[in-house]
């Protein structure tokens, strides 16, 4: 049984301002499995006083005293990397595969990628007379989701410690125990005090304080669109910079060549990784319209062959976080059927065998239109849409009718038509052939966000621009 009920302030564990604590449930056997303390305002004052004394000496290190300390906590992290693992799939489910592999992975795939971008970034840049300087916002708050809890937290905590912040960093009370192990990395590690703070906590307790708070210079926030909307409210009147990575339901086109099966395939594959919990998921697979039953026969093969069980286990699937999420996919589930679409494999209930656990069946829809319920909003567990076009403008057309713009996918043996369509796609972050890079920006069009991260285009938010006019005379040749 873990219990986690102290905050890393100041360089230092210390008790919350008030004892506050939430019980976190094993999403594979309904049983409690920890404790966390939840913070409250006076928690957030004073991390953000902590990080604000900090700032003015962390801000004026050299690069290379920040890349010392980044390489530093990439040798602890990769020591606790199993510990991490194990967090993960007791807090959120992830199968160990997974949870050791991908999610643990991407946290150390982003650190090293941190380290390469502030090794080459240039923080001034002199043109003509004037001399333009890119130097650190301030006090950052962070506020990270549970599905993906060590991408999110690195995307975002490596950028502002290598730029030169100092933050707050607010993980999700359903994904509390990585944030934690992650804590006791950057002090293990060496992060000065006050450089890194962690406040556990929910979003009224501890993200509301945080985005409203005037010590607070700039938000980052990656979670639902409903709750981005409450963090620029109470971002507004206080002006700071919010940037939002948000919710999607990001198409996947299957173009019409021999590929077809193989694609359909591997997208009902993609679909069904960490049960579904996936903001850029490939939930709206898009196939020729005289196709349809044939990827429906395609796609309900690939989801029986997806295991799901035990996240302890040799398994493909665990179940998905929590109750209210079991209760919210079977719902809309249930509404796919209700409005008519074709069931193709899964369905309401848990999965033969599982009787016990946030267990739902890998479930796909054929013959889907685009203004379906199951088409329209993000489900966030594992249940592929499929939907028929009539060429590639009316795919192109469908892909696009959504006010979410996070990601999108385009598959097909003709690479330049699939660049073509690509190109014509509304969304932050568009693969061709599940092609993936650690350094292309990621980020979402219309409501799924505002801002990049991931790579160098990750920086740039955490980073003012200030123009010295004047720095160098206009007979010196530009030299200062």
Request: charged share 20%; hydrophobic share 40%.
């Amino acid at each position: 049984m873990r219990e986690y009920v102290k905050f890393y302030i100041g360089g230092r564990w210390t008790d919350p301002a008030e004892p506050r604590a939430l019980e976190i449930v094993n999403p594979a056997t309904e049983e409690v499995c920890g404790t966390v303390a939840l913070g409250s305002a006076a928690d957030v004052d004073r991390a953000v006083t902590a990080a604000r004394a900090a700032f003015p000496g962390w801000s004026s290190t050299s690069v290379q005293t920040r890349v010392e300390l980044l390489e530093s906590i990439a040798e602890v992290y990769q020591k606790r990397s199993a510990d991490l693992a194990a967090a993960l799939t007791e807090e959120m489910g992830a199968p160990a595969a997974l949870a050791g592999g991908f999610q643990v992975g991407l946290g150390a795939g982003h650190l090293a990628k941190a380290v390469e971008v502030l090794k080459n970034l240039a923080f001034e840049e002199q043109r003509g007379e004037t001399l333009v300087v890119r130097e650190p916002i301030g006090v950052c708050g962070l506020i990270t989701p549970w599905n993906w809890p060590m991408n999110q937290i690195a995307v975002k905590v490596f950028p502002a410690l290598a730029t030169g912040c100092t933050m707050i960093l607010k993980p999700s009370e359903r994904s509390p125990f990585t944030g934690q192990i992650f804590a006791e990395i950057l002090d293990a590690a060496g992060v000065p005090a006050g450089v890194f703070n962690l406040v556990q906590g929910d979003g009224p307790g501890v993200g509301a304080p945080l985005a409203a708070h005037p010590g607070i210079d700039m938000i980052s926030f990656t979670g639902s669109t409903r709750a981005g909307v409450e963090i620029a409210r109470n971002a507004a009147p206080t002006v700071k910079r919010v940037t939002q990575e948000l919710g999607g339901k990001s198409p996947n086109i299957i173009l019409d060549d021999e590929a077809f099966a193989a694609n359909v395939a591997q997208g009902v594959g993609s679909m069904m990784g960490n049960s579904g919990q996936t903001c850029s998921a490939p939930s709206r697979m898009l196939v020729p319209r005289a196709r349809m039953d044939e990827a429906a026969g395609i796609a309900r093969q690939a989801a029986a062959e997806v295991v799901v069980g035990d996240p302890g286990g040799d398994v493909v699937m665990g179940p998905v976080v929590a109750g209210d999420q079991f209760d919210k996919i079977q719902k809309l589930i249930q509404q796919g059927i209700d409005e008519g679409a074709t069931l193709v494999a899964g369905g309401t209930g848990r999965p033969d065998g599982l009787d016990r656990g946030y267990y739902v069946r890998p479930t796909v829809f054929a013959d889907v239109t685009n203004d379906m319920t199951i088409a329209r909003e993000e489900i966030f567990g594992p249940v592929l849409t499929i939907l028929g076009y009539d060429d590639l403008d009316h795919a192109i057309e469908i892909a696009n009718d959504t006010v979410y713009g996070l990601a999108g996918y385009v598959a097909g043996a003709d690479l330049d038509q699939a660049r073509a369509v690509a190109r014509r796609i509304r969304a932050g972050w568009v693969a061709v052939n599940e092609a993936f890079d650690f350094g292309c920006p990621f980020g979402g069009y219309k409501q799924s966000g505002n801002g990049r991260e991931w790579g160098e285009f990750g920086f740039h938010d955490y980073l003012e621009t200030k123009g010295i006019l004047g720095y160098a005379p206009a007979d010196s040749g530009g030299q200062g």
